[in-house]
């Protein structure tokens, strides 16, 4: 599937509207130009008791840092690329990242011997879909009205902040089409 037309011929035409959370993909799918990539790493930790169940952040001009422990694991983050497709990482890109952390939160502990370095359990790297506005919005205009789009993307690195209160209103522009559509 590469355009929204695929999409409807792919249903058979039996759906009443679409909710396009596609993130980055609506700049192919839905030819959004105003869509693109924040690409984040993040470093994964054994769990570290001694600072469990924890968050920790801080902003600088340069970065973000943040520390997030839980009992599965102790994420750390912080990179904000924008306009960055790249899905590697490279060592001084973890190392600085650990470092970071390491200041902000001394009490980040190798499990047994060696570093916090022979601790990680993984390194992801994530595109985020940046706007510079969230797309929240109904649109008639490309497939036309019998067949609304709900468009909910462009969180960047908000998304799980702004996640309840996005999913509300596109519940409530849900709920509109589908009361519209039974009149």
Known sequence: ITTVHDLVEYFNHSVDLIINCSGIGSK????????????????????????????????SKDSVTYVISREDGCFLGGSTNYYDYNQTTTSEEVDAIIERCCQLVPEIKAQKQGSVKDNIVNVWVGLRPGRNEIRLESDVSLLGSKLPIIHCYGHGGSGWTTHWGCALEVNNLVKQHLTKSKL
Not at 32 to 53: E, W
Request: no cysteine; charged share 10%; net charge positive.
């Open 28 to 59: 192919y799918l839905f030819n959004d130009l105003n869509v693109f990539p924040i690409r984040g790493i993040l470093v994964v930790l054994h769990p570290q008791p001694a600072i469990m169940n924890k968050v920790f952040h801080t902003l």
